[in-house]
């Protein structure tokens, strides 16, 4: 029998091999859990074919079938990287607030990346070239180079109005 849930991997200090670990809820479906989870859990393997596709600490969508011989845990033979839509805002009261924020994740796992050259608190949340940084590392954004246009787009409007309410912003 083929099960479903979401699961990250992390490499097994043993094997060197990536794993994941699921437990069984309360109404006896799978759930993906951390290695150190006070939860009783089985482990995960991947199938050979999915071996060097999968990266480490990466939400993916997969596919659990049984460990044959009565093994206690799971192969998984699917796996498809969950991607996050991202929502962007620019907040622009003049004079006052100047930011474009940047929303993805999911419920329990939200982030928000910020630009704001004039209350920013760091390097990256002050500058465009931070906020670039940030996102070219994440692999959990669907549409990337779209959210990175969109993002510029928006950066370069707020730089153009604060330089018009006459901050000396590059």
């Known amino acids: 029998m083929i099960e479903k849930t979401q699961l990250k991997f992390v490499k097994s200090e043993k094997t060197g091999e990536l794993i994941g670990f699921v ?61 996050s839509e991202v929502t962007i805002e620019s907040f622009i009261v003049p004079k006052k607030e100047y930011r474009v ?22 390097s990256s949340s002050r500058t465009k070239e931070g906020v670039l ?10 549409n990337l180079n779209g959210v990175i246009s969109d993002f510029l787009d928006r950066a370069d409007e707020l730089i153009r109005q604060m330089q018009e309410d006459g901050y000396d912003i590059r």
């Open 23 to 83: 437990s069984k809820t309360k109404d006896n479906k799978l759930k993906g859990v951390r290695e150190d989870s006070v939860y009783g859990k089985r482990i995960c393997i991947l199938a050979e074919e999915l071996k060097g596709s999968i990266l480490p600490n990466t939400l993916y969508e997969v596919e659990l079938k049984p460990m044959h011989k009565g093994k206690n845990g799971y192969v998984v033979t699917s796996a498809v990287q969950v991607l």
């Open 101 to 122: 924020v940047i929303n993805f994740g999911g419920k329990k796992n939200y982030k928000t990346i910020y630009f704001d050259p004039l209350k920013g608190k760091t």
């Open 133 to 142: 940084e940030i996102l070219n590392k994440r692999n959990d954004i669907a």
